[in-house]
């Protein structure tokens, strides 16, 4: 299957109808996604009559978007008009009247929504696991996870379902899918895109974004949905066109690599030390000064787990059925109580100093490269059985390099280098100074270059 950027080109210069490359996309899903289940609801009806009107407007000389005719799948956080938004759950039973302000852009460059793919309810655990939609299975092997918390939205790209599909990043969510699938994917800085018609994701820790199958992909969907309204806790910085960071080199930039996890405890996988190791090799062939550092981490714990279970509660408190919700995820609700609004008040004070600590990585280098995950993708039903604390221990491995750079809010990219001898793919993590989405494209797509991996999982 062609990415983004070349279905959207061939519908443009109408080599292809809209509803030609929608009703292959629904094809796809009917024909793959019966073992993998990455789509919690497809919407067949909706997406072709969606495409024809793209078709329409193209036909009377209308206005082509940027993603023009683009099929695209929608994490089950994300409101879409006329759908229940699940969180990966049974809570909730009624549609929502209006799409969010990220659909509403996809929409307006042209994009047709086909479906909503599964999560593990409200994004709590890095597998795609829950009661209600079962066990989501990596394509590259269906005895394996596709990571979480945007598991299903990984699992529909990999497999060639849709070019592209949006995620959610609370704690690593976009990054642990992609590196566990193969894809490409940027957390963006935090505030670069809006979470309304929430005013946050998480407080301070989430934001929205694609993963993708190529760089350029990821680009170009990212100037489309980009940008704030009223109401939204964080904006960011710099609004240069990414598609204009793909296409330029990155000059010669200060690489720092480490293989040192966040958590303490946690040691990476040798197939991630091997793969960070050679990628700085391959850096420096390219031309960059590239060095092994101490990042000198700081804890992230007192900013990140007050938020977490106060957005866990957040949502909660908004579902229309509490008593539907899975037993652990109660259990965390309840473990959750003594998280009050001064404590998420003074968990974000921490914030604050956790970021400035965090960063100062960046006073001697441009790009810090890790690790994106310290283990292999474990095999499914992770989540069986156990209860919070439980499941958040087999967490660690998973979010020992990501959720840092939530807490700290920088932008931090999945970037695939290869598969591993247990045929599964392998990745590294770009993290990038505050605002600087500009320079990890850039990056990343000489890596691509330099490195082309592989694009749909066999």
């Known amino acids: 299957m062609v990415g983004v950027a070349e279905t959207a080109r061939r519908v443009a210069g109408g080599e292809i109808s809209a509803r030609g490359v929608v009703e292959q996309a629904l094809g796809r899903i009917d024909e793959r996604d019966r073992d993998l289940n990455a789509f919690s609801r497809v919407l067949v009806d909706e997406a072709i009559a969606e495409a024809e009107a793209r078709d329409a407007a193209l036909a009377s000389g209308g206005r082509v978007g940027p993603l023009h ?24 039973t009624t549609p929502v009247a209006a799409d969010a302000e990220i659909v509403l852009r996809l929409r307006t460059a042209g994009a047709v929504i086909v479906g909503k793919t599964t999560m593990p309810e409200f994004g709590a655990f890095p597998f795609t696991e829950s009661a209600s939609r079962g066990v989501t299975r990596n394509p590259w092997d269906r005895t394996r996870t596709p990571g979480g918390s945007s598991g299903g939205t990984a699992v529909a790209v990999a497999s060639g379902m849709v070019p592209v599909g949006i995620g959610g990043d609370g704690g690593g969510s976009i990054r642990i899918p992609s590196a566990s699938c193969g894809l490409f994917g940027l957390k963006p800085q935090r505030g670069r895109v809006s979470t309304a018609p929430h005013p946050h994701l998480w407080f301070a820790l989430g934001t929205a974004g694609p993963l993708t199958r190529s ?46 996890a966040v958590s303490l405890g ?20 390219l031309g960059h000064d590239v060095r092994e550092v101490d990042p000198h981490y700081p804890d992230p714990t007192a900013a990140f787990v007050p938020q977490f279970l106060g957005g866990i509660r957040a949502e909660a408190d908004q579902v229309q059925h509490y008593d539907r919700l899975e037993r652990r995820t109660r259990e965390t609700y ?26 100062r990585v960046f006073d001697s280098v441009d790009v810090l490269l890790t690790p994106v995950i310290a283990q292999r993708p474990p095999r499914v039903g992770r989540l069986d059985g156990v209860g919070t604390v439980r499941a958040a221990l087999r967490s660690m491995p998973s979010i020992a390099y990501a959720a840092l750079w939530n807490v700290a809010g920088n932008p931090a990219a999945s970037v695939p280098c290869g598969i591993g001898s247990d045929g599964l793919p392998v ?8 605002d600087d989405e500009a320079t990890l494209f850039s990056l990343s797509a000489q890596l691509e270059k330099a490195r082309p991996w592989p694009l749909v999982a066999s």
Request: glycine share 12%; aromatic share 6%.
């Open 427 to 434: 990745a590294v993590q770009l993290v990038g100074r505050t």
């Open 266 to 285: 946690v040691k990476p996988d040798p197939v991630h030390v091997r793969a960070v190791e050679e990628t700085a090799r391959l850096l420096g062939e």
């Open 334 to 359: 309840r473990l959750g109580s003594w998280v009050t609004p001064r404590v998420v008040d003074w968990a974000m004070g921490q914030t604050e100093k956790v970021s400035a600590k965090a960063n």
């Open 215 to 260: 760089v350029l992909d990821s680009a170009l969907v990212y100037d489309a949905i980009r940008g704030n309204v009223d109401g939204d806790l964080y904006t960011a910085g710099g609004d240069a066109p990414f598609v204009d960071a793909v296409g330029r080199e990155p000059g010669r930039l200060r690489i720092g690599w480490s293989v040192t």
């Open 69 to 92: 005719g683009v099929p695209i799948a929608i994490k089950d956080e994300i409101d879409v008009a006329g759908t229940v938004t699940t969180f990966g759950g049974d809570a909730n």
